[in-house]
Structures are given as C-alpha cells and as structure tokens.
C-alpha cells in the first residue's frame, strides 16, 4: 500500500529534551515536507525537500532541523523543544512536476511540558 | 507570498449542496487544490484545478476562475461523513512551485 508512515503517533516530552519524528514513504516521491498544524492556524510548512540532500526551509522553521539522507526517509529533528512547538505534525510527499496531489502522513500529535 | 481566505464554518443538512469558496493571492500560480481533513486524521487530497472551470469527481466538483483569482469546491447530496475541515492550497511559485500553502480551513457540519 502507498503510504507516509510517521512515528511516533503520539508523544509528550520535557523541555529541552531532543527528539526525532520519523517520516518514511514507499511512493519514490522525490519531494517531502513537514507541516505543523495549529487551531486557526490551518497547515504551515515546516521544513521541505527537493530530493535527496536537498532541503530548504518553510514557512515556521525556528526551532527545528531536517535531514534527507535516503530518498524515502525525512526526519523532522526537534534539538531542544520548548512549550511553543506543541502541535499537531504532518509530513507528506509527492513526485516532483504534475498535478497530483500530496499525501499525508496520520501525524504526531507532540506535547511538549 | 501566498494568502488564500475561506470562511471558516458553513453548516448544511443531508442532502443539501453546499459551496466553499477560497479565494488567493499568490506570487506565481500553479493551479488550486483541496483537500479533507477529519478531526484527528489526515489532509486527504480531493481535488486540483490548473484551469478555469469546473472539474467534477463524483459527489464533488472543483471550480476555478484564475482572473477572479477564485475558487470553490462543491459538495452534491451531502452525508454525514462529508462533516470535516475542507482547505484550499495553492503551490508557491517562488519554490518553483513546489511548497504548497494552505487556507486555514473550512469547517462544515452537516446535520441529520
């Protein structure tokens, strides 16, 4: 089945303590991107990526970094999280060029305290 | 840079036709989608128009006027289950048209 693949689903953290969101897609799709998403913010983009170590910064990208090793792998890395980056976490992905759409990943809902 | 403005509640009984509509601002255009959007869930892509018109797949239908810099996604003999947030986008130009922006969302409830 095509799919992004996010872990974990759900996460509460401290503040300041590192971690990893994992976004993986079996579609080939060259591009990959994280959006966070906020009540009555709708989706703002995180972080995106062309294709492999090609990456660029989105629209809210303070306070966090990406990687994009492997075509099929693009983690949202969070190096000290603090209060403000609660939020619901999206990656999604798509081939470069034509008129389909983007899919999503179900999302990380993170917490941080 | 990108706004795109949607309304952010339309209510509608089953049954009913329901229109939201999105209008942008954009830098460069390269075409507007929608997408739907449970509570708790994913965006699921719904639709994508690169011209003027109306495209139609089954129950929805996407409508797009680029010199009114407009848009609309129709919904035809709502169910309960069309009950979700609805987000028109728009692909920045100055990404090469690669970053896609979002409206803030329409909520629709659709009542028994």
């Known amino acids: 089945e095509a799919q992004v693949t996010q872990n974990p689903r759900y996460l509460i953290t401290v503040t300041g303590k590192k971690l990893t969101v994992t976004c993986s897609q079996n579609m080939n799709h060259e591009y990959m991107s994280w959006y966070r998403q906020d009540p009555g913010l709708g989706l703002r983009q995180i972080y995106y990526s062309m294709n492999v170590e090609a990456t660029d910064k989105g629209d809210v990208p303070e306070g966090y970094k990406v990687s994009r090793k492997e075509k099929r792998n693009f983690p949202l890395i969070l190096e000290s999280p603090s209060p403000n980056q609660t939020s619901l976490y999206f990656c999604?992905?798509?081939?470069?060029?034509?008129?389909?759409?983007?899919?999503f990943g179900s999302g990380t809902r993170l917490t941080v305290v | 840079g990108q706004s795109l403005e949607q309304p952010s509640e339309v209510t509608a009984v089953e049954g009913a036709i329901v229109q939201i509509n999105c209008t942008y601002q954009t830098s460069g255009f390269y075409g507007l989608s929608w997408y739907q959007q449970h509570d708790g869930g994913a965006p699921t892509f719904l639709s994508y128009?690169?011209?003027?018109g109306l495209e139609e797949t089954g129950r929805f239908s996407s409508f797009l006027s680029r010199s009114d810099s407009y848009g609309y996604l129709l919904l035809q003999e709502l169910q309960m289950k069309d009950s979700a947030s609805y987000f028109c986008a728009v692909r920045d130009g100055g990404t090469g048209f690669q970053k896609l922006v979002f409206g803030t969302g329409t909520r629709l409830l659709v009542s028994p």
């Open positions: 128009n690169a011209l003027d």
């Open positions: 999604a992905s798509r081939v470069t060029g034509g008129m389909g759409g983007y899919t």
